[in-house]
């Protein structure tokens, strides 16, 4: 955090595209003292980062309402009630501000190594922030420079995929050509690698859109896109500075990774840093176990059958794999499931049992991958945790990936990936796949055919769950259709019974249709019957939740794409509404 200064200029909150891209941001020294001298564009720059990094809340909460998430309703964008004239977003403030600095640092008389270092910084930000837009509205306004009031270019249309996208590119080129800083141990500033580290995310995700988003006519260039995400992944791969986190302990190291005050330098590239001695906190514990404070995420039961055997077996290849019981159906399975949702066995740091709480998950299945395990963290914002951004294993994923796409993956490539994951994750087994799961393909799945790109999705959802990154990926499979799997919960052999549901023995929930007049002390009593909730078979089967609602969670293409708020087109007529909204 030495140079991660994130409090030198307060820019104003300005909303829509007329209201800002014509303003002088505001600050506490004046352009040309900014310009003029190293330490203070330093400044300006480190202040980009203010609204760039996400925060820890966001990226936790990023995969929330996604197709493996259920939520206290379904995803906003399904909702009837949403629409162009009540949505928000559109928001451009942040480019203006990048685009300041770069209108006004091409002229400084600084260093030239050390003014080339900043732009390149400043130039990450603005491909960041432009491939976001594109994810979520397709074509938008290219904007390069910081618009003057009488400007026209404040009111010209969407201009083409294909132009922002090769701009994106360009400036991420840049930044990786021109920033100074190849690694960085604390993982809080922008460094050459986390600039390769985009590149691979954004070229995978532009390429595959490609591929598979036919109706764009843009399959001539999907390849491209991805031999560039194959090509930034190896620089990273090639230069030998990060690993997988691994101290040999299968049953910590993954969780370790989000749940420690300083992030692993040897597989984190950028995190979001929260510190006890900077004051500096987050509320995840709050988010993932409080019944009011967010949605009351909760992983479907389709997500956990997904994960292996700890042999490596297929967990879906047993017979009546949908009627195990929660504590048999942890047993036994990946490492990382018992790191990522509670179960057997887990407990707080001063020892209490913690089995799954019914009050908060819909499911049964709940989340702890960011909850550390001082339980006074969940009614308090005590989190010390350091949330990542970019890490390692996603680069091996995103190299792995690409070359599947490219039809170049070979059994070195999984050995130099998707293995090495497993392992450190404790999978014994992992060798090259040659049959194809079928249940993979057919919940998943239905259109891919290749064993080996199948297995890279699967590592893709258990790796990287709940880091933000879900909806990006069901966008540019185009796999919409995901998104209105039912939300199934864990299976329920008979109602009325108290279940220990933490492995221990001690009889803590019991799946009622009615609260009884009379309760067992420590055992909660999981109404699942009513409007929004039951069982599949009735007095038996997997927990259905927000079943009343699967209609209105079908699947329409428009949903690829966000409306523009009808305020923004009303203020400039060129642009033209998203597709279908």
Not at 412 to 433: C, E, F, H, M, V
Request: aromatic share 12%.
């Amino acid at each position: 955090m030495k140079k991660l200064i994130w409090i030198a200029i307060i820019i104003s909150s300005l909303q829509g595209c007329t209201k800002f891209l014509d303003k002088q941001p505001f600050a506490s020294i004046t352009p040309d003292k900014v310009f003029s001298n190293a330490s203070d564009m330093a400044l300006y720059v480190n202040s980009l980062y203010i609204n760039q990094i996400p925060t820890g809340n966001d990226i936790a909460q990023g995969d929330g309402n996604t197709d493996y998430i259920s939520s206290n309703n379904i995803p906003s964008m399904m909702q009837a009630s949403t629409t162009p004239d009540n949505i928000g977003g559109w928001s451009w403030t942040t480019l203006r501000n990048i685009n300041y600095f770069l209108d006004n640092a091409a002229g400084s008389t600084i260093d030239n190594t050390v003014k080339s270092n900043y732009i390149g910084i400043a130039r990450f930000f603005r491909a960041w922030f432009y491939y976001g837009m594109v994810k979520t509205y397709g074509d938008v306004p290219w904007y390069s420079h910081a618009m003057d009031p009488a400007d026209s270019a404040l009111y010209k249309p969407r201009d083409s995929r294909v132009l922002v996208m090769d701009s994106v590119v360009a400036d991420l080129d840049y930044a990786i050509a021109n920033i100074t800083l190849t690694k960085d141990n604390g993982c809080s500033n922008i460094t050459k690698m986390t600039a390769l580290a985009l590149k691979a995310r954004v070229c995978l995700f532009e390429g595959t859109f490609r591929k598979y988003h036919t109706e764009l006519n843009l399959t001539a260039t999907a390849n491209d896109y991805l031999n560039a995400a194959v090509a930034a992944a190896t620089q990273i791969m090639s230069a030998k500075q990060y690993s997988l986190h691994n101290t040999n302990s299968p049953y910590s190291d993954y969780r370790s990774l989000f749940t420690t005050e300083t992030p692993f330098f040897d597989e984190i590239i950028l995190a979001r840093i929260y510190n006890n001695s900077l004051k500096l906190w987050n509320n995840l514990n709050a988010i993932f176990y409080s019944t009011t404070l967010s949605g009351r995420y909760s992983p479907t039961k389709q997500f956990i059958d997904t994960y292996l055997n700890l042999d490596g077996s297929r967990f879906t290849d047993q017979p009546m794999f949908d009627t195990i019981f929660f504590v048999n159906e942890m047993k036994n399975r990946d490492p990382r499931l018992q790191q990522t949702v509670r179960c057997n066995g887990y407990k707080y740091s001063d020892g209490t049992s913690a089995p799954p709480d019914y009050a908060y998950t819909f499911t049964g299945y709940q989340i702890m991958k960011y909850s550390i395990d001082n339980k006074l963290a969940n009614t308090s914002t005590i989190n010390n945790n350091s949330i990542p951004i970019f890490r390692y294993a996603e680069v091996l994923l995103n190299y792995a990936e690409a070359k599947a796409e490219l039809g170049q993956f070979t059994a070195t490539d999984w050995n130099n990936t998707i293995k090495l994951i497993r392992q450190r994750a404790g999978i014994q087994n992992s060798n090259y796949p040659t049959v194809i799961d079928s249940y993979l393909q057919t919940t998943y799945f239905p259109d891919i055919a290749d064993a080996a790109l199948l297995e890279i999705r699967r590592e893709r959802g258990t790796e990287l769950f709940c880091e933000g990154l879900r909806f990006d990926d069901i966008r540019r499979w185009k796999e919409g259709p995901m998104m209105s799997l039912p939300y199934l919960g864990v299976y329920v052999p008979q109602l009325n019974k108290p279940y220990a549901m933490n492995g221990d023995g001690v009889l803590n929930v019991s799946f009622v249709t009615a609260a009884p007049s009379s309760k067992q002390p420590g055992v909660v009593y999981d109404l699942v019957a009513g409007s929004t909730i039951s069982l599949t078979n009735g007095s038996s089967g997997n927990i259905h939740w927000l079943y009343n609602m699967d209609s209105q969670r079908k699947w329409n293409d428009k949903y690829y794409y966000q409306p523009i708020p009808t305020s923004q087109i009303v203020l400039n007529p060129a642009l033209t509404q998203s597709p279908g909204w």
